[in-house]
Protein backbone atom coordinates (compact mmCIF):
# COMPACT_ATOMS: atom_id res chain seq x y z
CA UNK A 1 0.00 0.00 0.00
CA UNK A 2 1.05 3.36 -0.48
CA UNK A 3 0.87 5.40 2.68
CA UNK A 4 -1.15 8.51 2.63
CA UNK A 5 0.34 9.76 6.06
CA UNK A 6 4.06 9.39 6.45
CA UNK A 7 4.63 7.77 9.86
CA UNK A 8 7.76 5.85 10.18
CA UNK A 9 6.84 3.89 13.23
CA UNK A 10 4.24 2.20 10.81
CA UNK A 11 7.64 0.45 9.89
CA UNK A 12 8.49 0.24 13.60
CA UNK A 13 11.46 3.33 13.61
CA UNK A 14 11.37 4.74 16.95
CA UNK A 15 12.72 8.45 17.60
CA UNK A 16 16.76 8.26 18.20
CA UNK A 17 17.00 4.88 17.22
CA UNK A 18 18.90 3.51 14.48
CA UNK A 19 17.82 0.66 11.75
CA UNK A 20 19.73 -1.47 9.25
CA UNK A 21 18.44 -0.57 5.76
CA UNK A 22 19.68 -0.57 2.17
CA UNK A 23 19.91 2.78 0.63
CA UNK A 24 19.29 2.73 -3.01
CA UNK A 25 20.73 5.97 -5.45
CA UNK A 26 21.03 6.44 -8.74
CA UNK A 27 23.89 8.53 -10.26
CA UNK A 28 23.36 11.51 -13.24
CA UNK A 29 23.24 8.57 -15.63
CA UNK A 30 21.28 6.90 -14.19
CA UNK A 31 23.22 4.24 -12.71
CA UNK A 32 21.64 2.21 -10.04
CA UNK A 33 23.09 1.40 -6.73
CA UNK A 34 22.51 0.21 -3.27
CA UNK A 35 24.22 -0.14 0.02
CA UNK A 36 23.08 -1.15 3.61
CA UNK A 37 23.23 2.06 5.30
CA UNK A 38 22.26 2.51 9.08
CA UNK A 39 19.27 5.27 9.20
CA UNK A 40 18.67 7.26 12.53
CA UNK A 41 14.97 7.94 12.89
CA UNK A 42 14.84 11.76 13.86
CA UNK A 43 10.78 11.91 13.38
CA UNK A 44 7.64 10.76 11.91
CA UNK A 45 9.10 12.00 8.68
CA UNK A 46 12.36 12.29 9.08
CA UNK A 47 15.64 10.48 9.59
CA UNK A 48 19.78 11.21 9.36
CA UNK A 49 22.27 8.41 8.17
CA UNK A 50 26.13 9.34 8.48
CA UNK A 51 27.84 7.82 5.04
CA UNK A 52 31.47 7.61 5.00
CA UNK A 53 33.42 9.34 1.93
CA UNK A 54 34.49 7.29 -0.93
CA UNK A 55 30.89 5.57 -1.54
CA UNK A 56 28.69 5.75 -4.34
CA UNK A 57 25.69 5.91 -2.28
CA UNK A 58 27.07 9.43 -0.47
CA UNK A 59 28.14 11.04 -4.15
CA UNK A 60 24.85 10.09 -5.48
CA UNK A 61 22.89 11.37 -2.53
CA UNK A 62 25.09 14.19 -2.50
CA UNK A 63 24.46 15.36 -6.43
CA UNK A 64 21.01 14.41 -6.70
CA UNK A 65 19.92 15.61 -3.06
CA UNK A 66 17.46 11.91 -3.21
CA UNK A 67 17.86 8.63 -1.65
CA UNK A 68 15.43 5.62 -1.33
CA UNK A 69 15.57 3.62 1.98
CA UNK A 70 14.76 0.05 1.07
CA UNK A 71 13.68 -2.14 4.69
CA UNK A 72 14.35 -5.85 4.44
CA UNK A 73 15.67 -8.80 6.81
CA UNK A 74 17.07 -10.48 3.67
CA UNK A 75 20.49 -11.44 4.24
CA UNK A 76 21.18 -11.98 0.58
CA UNK A 77 20.48 -8.15 -0.72
CA UNK A 78 22.96 -6.95 2.39
CA UNK A 79 25.46 -9.62 1.09
CA UNK A 80 25.62 -8.42 -2.07
CA UNK A 81 24.64 -5.08 -1.92
CA UNK A 82 27.82 -5.03 0.32
CA UNK A 83 30.32 -7.33 -1.53
CA UNK A 84 29.52 -5.79 -4.56
CA UNK A 85 26.21 -4.09 -5.90
CA UNK A 86 23.03 -5.43 -6.52
CA UNK A 87 22.23 -6.60 -10.14
CA UNK A 88 20.30 -4.16 -12.26
CA UNK A 89 17.60 -6.02 -12.71
CA UNK A 90 16.61 -5.61 -8.85
CA UNK A 91 15.89 -2.13 -9.21
CA UNK A 92 12.80 -0.20 -10.21
CA UNK A 93 12.83 2.58 -12.74
CA UNK A 94 12.29 4.62 -8.86
CA UNK A 95 15.32 3.27 -7.33
CA UNK A 96 13.73 1.12 -4.88
CA UNK A 97 14.58 -2.66 -4.56
CA UNK A 98 12.03 -4.86 -6.51
CA UNK A 99 9.44 -6.52 -4.55
CA UNK A 100 10.86 -5.00 -1.16
CA UNK A 101 8.80 -5.45 2.24
CA UNK A 102 8.52 -1.60 2.34
CA UNK A 103 10.41 1.42 1.12
CA UNK A 104 10.30 5.41 1.42
CA UNK A 105 11.63 8.46 -0.25
CA UNK A 106 14.17 10.90 0.89
CA UNK A 107 14.57 14.09 0.09
CA UNK A 108 17.86 15.50 1.98
CA UNK A 109 17.49 19.02 3.95
CA UNK A 110 20.99 19.35 5.10
CA UNK A 111 24.73 17.30 4.42
CA UNK A 112 26.94 18.27 6.72
CA UNK A 113 31.09 16.85 7.51
CA UNK A 114 30.55 14.65 10.70
CA UNK A 115 31.98 16.21 13.94
CA UNK A 116 31.68 13.82 16.59
CA UNK A 117 33.10 10.02 16.07
CA UNK A 118 31.55 7.53 18.56
CA UNK A 119 32.41 4.49 17.00
CA UNK A 120 35.81 2.59 16.33
CA UNK A 121 36.55 4.19 12.94
CA UNK A 122 39.64 6.03 13.04
CA UNK A 123 39.79 8.40 10.50
CA UNK A 124 37.45 11.76 11.56
CA UNK A 125 35.69 14.43 9.61
CA UNK A 126 35.73 11.42 6.96
CA UNK A 127 31.86 11.31 6.89
CA UNK A 128 29.08 13.57 5.59
CA UNK A 129 25.77 13.38 7.72
CA UNK A 130 22.84 13.28 5.99
CA UNK A 131 19.48 15.01 7.20
CA UNK A 132 16.45 14.15 4.98
CA UNK A 133 12.62 14.29 4.84
CA UNK A 134 10.42 11.31 4.09
CA UNK A 135 8.19 12.50 1.00
CA UNK A 136 6.64 8.89 -0.26
CA UNK A 137 6.02 5.61 2.01
CA UNK A 138 5.25 2.29 0.31
CA UNK A 139 4.14 -0.82 2.99
CA UNK A 140 3.66 -3.95 1.39
CA UNK A 141 3.26 -6.36 4.00
CA UNK A 142 4.18 -5.98 8.29
CA UNK A 143 7.71 -5.73 8.15
CA UNK A 144 9.61 -3.77 10.43
CA UNK A 145 12.84 -1.85 10.49
CA UNK A 146 15.51 -3.99 11.21
CA UNK A 147 17.22 -2.76 14.76
CA UNK A 148 20.97 -4.88 15.12
CA UNK A 149 20.61 -4.70 19.50
CA UNK A 150 18.36 -7.83 19.60
CA UNK A 151 20.85 -9.71 17.59
CA UNK A 152 23.93 -8.87 20.17
CA UNK A 153 21.98 -9.46 23.15
CA UNK A 154 20.79 -13.09 22.24
CA UNK A 155 24.57 -13.50 20.92
CA UNK A 156 25.72 -12.23 24.80
CA UNK A 157 23.24 -14.44 26.07
CA UNK A 158 24.38 -17.64 24.10
CA UNK A 159 27.93 -17.01 25.09
CA UNK A 160 27.07 -16.55 28.94
CA UNK A 161 25.35 -19.55 28.72
CA UNK A 162 28.49 -21.40 27.64
CA UNK A 163 30.81 -19.27 29.89
CA UNK A 164 31.79 -21.91 32.69
CA UNK A 165 32.21 -24.65 29.59
CA UNK A 166 35.00 -23.14 28.30
CA UNK A 167 38.68 -22.44 28.58
CA UNK A 168 40.55 -19.01 29.92
CA UNK A 169 41.77 -18.21 26.52
CA UNK A 170 37.47 -18.56 24.83
CA UNK A 171 36.47 -16.54 28.28
CA UNK A 172 38.68 -13.57 27.37
CA UNK A 173 37.01 -14.25 23.46
CA UNK A 174 33.47 -13.52 25.24
CA UNK A 175 34.67 -10.75 27.45
CA UNK A 176 35.99 -8.75 24.59
CA UNK A 177 32.89 -10.00 22.14
CA UNK A 178 30.91 -8.32 25.23
CA UNK A 179 32.51 -5.00 25.05
CA UNK A 180 32.01 -4.74 21.88
CA UNK A 181 28.51 -5.75 22.38
CA UNK A 182 28.17 -3.60 25.07
CA UNK A 183 29.42 -0.49 22.93
CA UNK A 184 26.64 -1.16 20.14
CA UNK A 185 23.51 -1.87 22.11
CA UNK A 186 24.12 1.07 24.38
CA UNK A 187 24.55 3.14 20.86
CA UNK A 188 21.73 1.82 19.19
CA UNK A 189 19.33 -0.60 21.37
CA UNK A 190 15.87 -0.35 22.82
CA UNK A 191 15.80 0.26 26.77
CA UNK A 192 15.06 -3.70 26.50
CA UNK A 193 18.28 -4.19 25.45
CA UNK A 194 20.63 -2.29 27.40
CA UNK A 195 18.83 -3.20 30.62
CA UNK A 196 19.75 -7.02 29.40
CA UNK A 197 23.55 -6.14 28.72
CA UNK A 198 23.58 -4.76 31.84
CA UNK A 199 21.93 -8.01 33.57
CA UNK A 200 25.13 -10.17 31.79
CA UNK A 201 27.37 -7.67 32.65
CA UNK A 202 26.40 -7.97 36.39
CA UNK A 203 26.58 -11.66 36.11
CA UNK A 204 29.89 -11.88 34.27
CA UNK A 205 31.61 -9.41 37.31
CA UNK A 206 30.19 -11.67 39.85
CA UNK A 207 32.10 -14.16 38.02
CA UNK A 208 35.47 -12.24 38.86
CA UNK A 209 35.84 -11.21 35.42
CA UNK A 210 36.31 -7.01 34.35
CA UNK A 211 33.96 -5.95 31.58
C1 LIG B 1 24.70 -3.44 8.16
C2 LIG B 1 25.59 -2.41 7.54
C3 LIG B 1 25.42 -1.08 7.88
C4 LIG B 1 26.23 -0.10 7.30
N1 LIG B 1 26.05 1.21 7.67
C5 LIG B 1 26.83 2.16 7.11
C6 LIG B 1 26.62 3.53 7.46
O1 LIG B 1 25.75 3.88 8.27
N2 LIG B 1 27.43 4.45 6.86
C7 LIG B 1 28.40 4.10 5.96
O2 LIG B 1 29.11 4.99 5.46
N3 LIG B 1 28.60 2.80 5.61
C8 LIG B 1 27.84 1.84 6.15
N4 LIG B 1 28.02 0.53 5.80
C9 LIG B 1 29.07 0.21 4.82
C10 LIG B 1 28.61 0.41 3.38
O3 LIG B 1 27.41 -0.30 3.11
C11 LIG B 1 29.71 -0.10 2.45
O4 LIG B 1 30.84 0.73 2.59
C12 LIG B 1 29.30 -0.20 1.01
O5 LIG B 1 30.27 -0.96 0.34
C13 LIG B 1 29.19 1.14 0.28
O6 LIG B 1 28.80 0.83 -1.05
P1 LIG B 1 28.66 1.90 -2.21
O7 LIG B 1 30.04 2.35 -2.61
O8 LIG B 1 27.99 1.12 -3.30
O9 LIG B 1 27.83 3.04 -1.69
C14 LIG B 1 27.24 -0.46 6.37
C15 LIG B 1 27.38 -1.80 6.02
C16 LIG B 1 26.59 -2.77 6.61
C17 LIG B 1 26.78 -4.21 6.21
Known amino acids: MIVMQIDLSLIGM ?43 TLDNICSQREFVV ?28 KDIGAYFKCEVTSLKEAVKQSDPIKK ?33 LSNYSRFDLVDEDKKEEYIKAFREAKRVVRKIGYRKDIKAMAAIEEKIKEKGYDV
Request: net charge negative; hydrophobic share 35%; aromatic share 8%.
Open 70 to 97: NITHDAELFRMSTLGNLPEDYFTPDDSI
Open 124 to 156: KGEAIVIKADVVDMVIRNDIKAFNRGFGYVVES
Open 14 to 56: EKGKQYETIITTHDSENNQNGAPIGVICSGPDKVVCRIFKGSH
